[in-house]
């Protein structure tokens, strides 16, 4: 079973940056994907940004050229937010599919979820 750690959340002015961290910790076979979800006050839960193993990283349309998805180690990622806009105010997210040890049947798990608020 695998369980997330996420940190890094906070109150920034409109164009600042900010930096989330996941790491998960526990017994799995294998992660296969790291993601980084968000929910606004209202709104439905939307992708932010995945990392696959042996296929690579996407983006939200959203997103793209402001925040930067990377991983540095087999389960530790991390989400650079820059040029943070007031529309991207919400929880955000950590999600991570994994294959389980025992049945290598792929599992998924969420973070607790860390605010994120932009003010204008």
């Known amino acids: 079973q695998v369980q997330l750690v996420e940190s890094g959340g906070g109150l920034v002015q409109s164009g600042g940056s900010l930096r989330l961290s996941c790491s998960a910790s526990?017994?799995?076979?294998?992660?296969?994907?790291f993601g980084w979800y968000r929910q606004a006050p209202g709104k439905e839960r939307e992708l932010v940004a995945t990392?696959?193993?042996?296929?690579?990283k996407t983006y939200a349309d959203s997103v793209k050229g402001r925040f930067t998805f990377s991983r540095d180690s087999v389960n530790t990622v991390y989400l650079q937010m820059n040029n943070l806009k007031p529309e991207d105010t919400a929880v955000y997210y950590c999600?991570?599919?994994?294959?389980?040890?025992?049945?290598?049947?792929?599992?998924?798990?969420w973070g607790q979820g860390t605010m994120v608020t932009v003010s204008s």
């Open positions: 999600n991570v599919r994994y294959k389980s040890l025992a049945t290598l049947r792929q599992l998924e798990v």
């Open positions: 526990g017994t799995y076979f294998s992660i296969d994907t």
């Open positions: 990392i696959t193993s042996g296929v690579g």
